[in-house]
């Protein structure tokens, strides 16, 4: 098959020794890359009975057929491994130009086994991999990190790595690649994976290009839409992915003081939107490689504080989970936490929800100035913000019972805090609020990792987006339950796609649709892929995801649920258009449309119908 440089990358720390791979092309036909194959290879490699934060967890970078060809927005990877922070299946997506720098190199992937006995790092190139000394970089952030790295690699190379959070085993610190530019794996704690195998990091480079089936063909479609998403896009270019946050305060969408929060917050958050950001510290925008839209935001801080503070700025979820979520709409002080998550390598959507539990635990008196070092964790208080991220990028004091993850802190810290810790699967939420969009409470219950909106991105189908030819022609009533568990099952087997062909997502709102991305796999691979093939291997890939899960003991019973406080805390300031959602109703849809049993279980005969007997034969 064309598209795949049909080898990937064995690493095994624990003895030093390294393998090539090669994949059968049925396994590339099934699964696809990205997300899928790096999902199946977790699976066949029974990394489900490993401890995350042990040598025998798995962990996996993986690209697509789509990286490193002239696709628009192919400039993504995947990262995966069981994850520390939920104890299930871990997947994180990040953009700019590692993964084209992997393929580059000659490898479709990398998968990492074992523990080195001490700090090393990975260097990846045409003449194959060496594991190098890292002792000199421990204990350095991201972006020290990238610039030694690249001293002693090649200045061109593109690395993935870690910061102290890292290292130390923070179950919800990221994997930063691209140096400064911060594109990040953020979700599911990888980079502790990393830390756990004493594994600062891998460097890329390579001049290897992806053979490409039918380059006509595909220069032809790619040249008639870039200009289409460049022009539907501009806002996306101008302002960045925090371009709507007033619009998603007004539609009741911007979640508030850790989710509770029922009074307006408009004049505030006018003062945290990315015409704001443009305004006053912007200084111009980047994009990931093969991008023709450039969200990324580069930022400059003029006054206060943080004066001389610059590199990349906040995106639309660092801006809620660091800004509305604690009530904070002190952007000098968001744009520092953003830097400081980067630097040390954190999940922003994870940190920002985990300052936002502890002011609310700080407010019901179940932290006192005694635990927080001093600092007055009160709502709104940016530099106190500021310090609890420091705090728990370096697992210090308060901040060392924060790095454990919502769940497991709420745990610790007892007196009713697990009534307020905001999760799914121990994941934190992302920023976008249930009781706005009926279909994203099933959406966040039943996505293989935890709380995500982007697993099926079924939201923005609610608010603009259509896809006639899934039978998609409307734009539902957002407040409407009907047909949602569909919605989202739908959506989640098209954004499960995109993330094994390894594409963005946000084209979709530029018009990109279905027919464009199949077209495009056709004349990259040299494979007919229609739309029903899509969607179906989008849906094999979900059950896949389903299954390990399984494997690692995820009951739908107990797990396939949104907390307390979506369910029964209503959101009544004047102006907002929400509701509690209705889970039971949705849920038994959502089960019958995915051919599943009415407890959560995938059925064996739908399991048969998407080639996956082998694996339906190990779920008891």
């Given amino acids: 098959m064309k598209g795949y440089m049909n080898r990937i990358l064995n690493v095994d720390l624990s ?17 696809i890359g990205g ?51 939920t104890g299930i299946f871990g997947e994180s997506d990040s953009g700019g130009t590692f993964g084209p720098a992997l393929k580059r190199a000659g490898y479709d992937g990398v998968v990492i086994t074992g523990k080195s006995d001490g700090p090393v790092y990975l260097w990846v190139s045409e003449d194959g991999v060496e594991i190098r000394d890292a002792k000199h970089i421990w204990g350095k952030d991201v972006f020290e990190t990238d610039a030694a790295i690249r001293s002693e690699t090649a200045d061109k190379a593109v690395t993935s790595c870690i910061g102290p959070s890292g290292e130390k085993m923070v179950r919800m610190a990221a994997v930063i690649n691209d140096g400064r530019a911060a594109r990040a794996a953020g979700r599911c704690g990888l980079g502790a994976v990393l830390g756990s195998k004493n594994l600062k990091g891998i460097a890329a480079i390579g001049n290897q290009k992806t053979p490409i089936h039918d380059k006509g063909r595909l220069s032809g479609s790619i040249k008639e839409l870039a200009k289409m998403l460049s022009e539907k896009l501009a806002g996306m270019t101008n302002f960045g992915t925090a371009g709507g946050l007033a619009t998603f305060e007004e539609m009741g969408s911007l979640p508030l003081q850790n989710w509770k929060g029922s009074e307006r917050w408009n004049n505030e958050a006018a003062k945290i939107t990315g015409a704001t950001m443009a305004e006053k510290m912007g200084v111009g925008n980047y994009g990931c490689e093969r991008c023709v839209i450039r969200c990324g935001r580069e930022i400059k801080v003029k006054s206060g504080p943080y004066a001389g503070l610059e590199g990349a700025g906040p995106e639309y979820e660092t801006l809620a989970s660091l800004g509305s979520l604690c009530l904070v709409s002190d952007l000098e002080a968001i744009a520092m936490a953003n830097d400081l998550c980067n630097r ?14 502890a002011m609310e635990a700080f407010e019901q008196g179940i932290i006192s100035e005694k635990d927080t070092d001093g600092i007055q964790l009160t709502w709104g208080n940016g530099q106190a913000m500021v310090e609890t991220i420091k705090m728990i990028g370096e697992s210090r004091g308060l901040g060392e019972v924060l790095a454990k993850g919502v769940r497991e802190a709420a745990k610790i810290l007892g007196g009713g805090a697990e009534e307020f810790a905001i999760h799914s699967s121990g994941l934190e939420f992302p920023l976008h609020d249930a009781r706005a969009y009926m279909s994203l409470s099933v959406g966040y219950a039943t996505s293989s990792r935890g709380a995500c909106h982007l697993a099926g991105l079924s939201h923005a189908f609610e608010r603009m987006l259509t896809l006639p030819e899934i039978g998609l022609n409307e734009v539902p009533d957002r ?15 098209v954004m499960g796609m995109l993330d094994s062909l390894k594409i963005c997502k946000f084209p979709l709102f530029g018009g990109l649709r279905i027919p464009h991305i199949t077209d495009w796999y056709q004349a990259i691979t040299g494979e007919a892929m229609d739309v029903d093939a899509f969607m179906q291997t989008g849906e094999r890939i979900f059950n896949m995801k389903r299954l390990f899960n399984l494997k690692c003991g995820y009951d739908p019973k107990r797990d396939d649920t949104v907390p307390s406080r979506v369910l029964k805390m209503p959101k009544t300031a004047e102006g907002w258009q929400t509701k509690l959602p209705p889970m039971a109703e949705m849920m038994t849809e959502y089960y019958a449309f995915r051919g599943w049993d009415e407890k959560g279980y995938p059925t064996p005969e739908k399991l048969a119908s998407l080639g996956l007997e082998e694996e339906a034969r190990l779920i008891s």
């Fill in 479 to 493: 407040m409407s339950v009907d047909n949602k568990g569909k919605l989202t099952a739908l959506a989640q087997n």
């Fill in 344 to 357: 040390y390598g954190l999940d922003t959507i994870s940190a920002g929800s985990m300052v936002a539990f």
């Fill in 35 to 85: 997300s899928g194959l790096g999902t199946k290879i977790l699976y066949d490699r029974k990394a489900y009975e490993a401890e995350p934060l042990s040598a025998d967890n798995v962990l996996i970078f993986m690209t697509g057929p789509f990286a490193n060809t002239p696709a628009l927005t192919s400039g993504r990877h995947e990262v995966l491994a069981k994850s520390p922070l």
């Fill in 15 to 31: 003895s030093g020794k390294t393998e090539e791979e090669t994949i059968s092309e049925d396994l590339y036909r099934k699964f």
